[in-house]
């Protein structure tokens, strides 16, 4: 008995101390997880504490974005408007746009802070200034040269332009002589001669235009000149079975070109800008007076015919003119009067008057860009009748209307290409011609 109650005092004993171990144990066990669980949560908050400064740093960097990119767009826009104003006043219309004591002047709306924190950033301030305002009156818009006197663009101050062209011109019509009388509307006797003339002509002139003040420019021009007649003829009423042909051709110098031209306004106060012209023709071609001449006959019936063509008119004209130009972007209106004054000459048939004219240009021209444009004109002169000797021939008047077309293309800051056609409207016009010219600007 004492022996088992020693056993079971030592077994009590015993697991006693089992027990005790393994509530230490268990508290070591607690103490590490609760170390654990305070480190996890000590990371977490740190993680925690990091992606809201991260969210603070892109809120901030995105409201300045929205910053720099609404003052960018501020400024593309003025830039925009500056380009757009510029390229009317260089290209397009210059006079039609108002003028102004100073272009726009960008502004931006940024914070003085924001500017200093971010370098990179536009300043705040204007950046730009307006330029000053030139000495030069408001130049004329540059068309399409239609004439010598319509289209194209004064020459600047101390500028030289060579300018090389070449044109081409036909012209056909039918003439009837009657050498004859009638006794009944139906019934003439005599001679009725019908005769068909066709003349294609060919000029290369050379150009040379100098600007003598932003106002005044001078030209004169060379001009060689080929020129082709073909004339067919039959007598109507004699019985003649074959038409007779005859061809005249010549190439010479033609008649020089002296042009003055003077810019009377600037087109402010929504006036019109003046241009006037002065063009001189001086007769160093071939005349029609000095030609030779081929007789013939036929069915007995006398025939005299030209053999060669002539290069230029014989005799001095003066053509003073005014031209307006009024500019309403990206259109331009134009107009031109002008007054031929023909001096009188001496040849073998006695004192020949050829007749003065008057005329007018109209139209209208089209910027389709910087580098393009058009225009569209109407062109129409009144010659008077030719007087020898002191009388009139009568029927000697003259009606020239032409449709003109034009076109224009800047091929370099030097460099345009000018090509204009005209049409002809009236009986005594060409029925066609078509100028190519190539001004070129040093």
Known sequence: MTKDFNEMEMNNKFGHKNCLFMRLINCIIFIACLFFISES???????????????QLLAEQEKKFEAQRQILNQQGNELEQLRKHLDALSNQ???????????????????????????DQPPSGPVGQ???????????????????????????????VVEPALSYSFAGNNRVFVDAFTFLPAITIGLTDIRQVKRHSIFASLGLRYGVTSRLE??????????????????????????????????NIGD????????????????????????????????????????????????????????????????????????????????????????????????????????MTFGMGFSVNNRTSFNLGYSHR?????KI???????????????????????????????SVGVGTTDNAQDVSINLRVPMTF
């Open 382 to 386: 009144h010659f008077f009748d030719t």
């Open 218 to 251: 001078v030209e004169a021009r060379v001009p060689y000149v080929y020129r082709a007649d073909i004339q067919r003829a039959r007598p109507f009423n004699i019985g003649a079975a074959n038409d007779q042909v005859f061809n005249a051709d010549g190439n």
């Open 130 to 160: 307006a330029p000053p305002k030139s000495k030069e009156p408001e130049r004329p818009p540059e068309m399409p040269r239609l004439t010598e006197t319509v289209g194209g663009v004064l020459t600047r101050k101390g500028k030289i």
């Open 93 to 119: 219309a210059p006079g039609a746009v108002e003028k102004a004591s100073s272009p726009p002047q960008a502004t931006t709306t940024a914070n003085k802070d924001e500017t200093e924190k971010t370098p």
């Open 389 to 419: 000797d002191g009388n009139t021939i009568s029927g000697s008047a003259l009606d020239i209307g032409q449709l003109l077309l034009g076109y224009s293309f800047r091929y370099s800051k030097q460099t345009n290409y000018n090509l």
């Open 256 to 359: 020089l070109e002296f042009t003055a031209r003077y810019q009377l306004s600037d087109g402010s106060g929504g006036w019109p800008i003046l241009v006037g012209n002065m063009l001189t023709t001086v007769p160093t071609g071939k005349s029609p007076f000095d030609l030779k001449y081929e007789e013939t006959s036929i069915e007995g019936t006398p025939f005299r015919f030209p053999i060669e063509a002539p290069t230029g008119t014989g005799f001095f004209t003066f053509q003073p003119s005014l031209t307006a130009l009024y500019p309403t972007a990206p259109a331009v209106f134009f107009g031109n009067l002008n007054y031929t004054y023909t001096m009188s000459t001496n040849e073998s048939i006695g004192k020949i008057d050829a007749g003065d004219a008057v005329g």
């Open 41 to 55: 949560y000590a990371e977490t908050s740190k993680s925690e504490n990091s992606l809201e400064q991260y969210r």
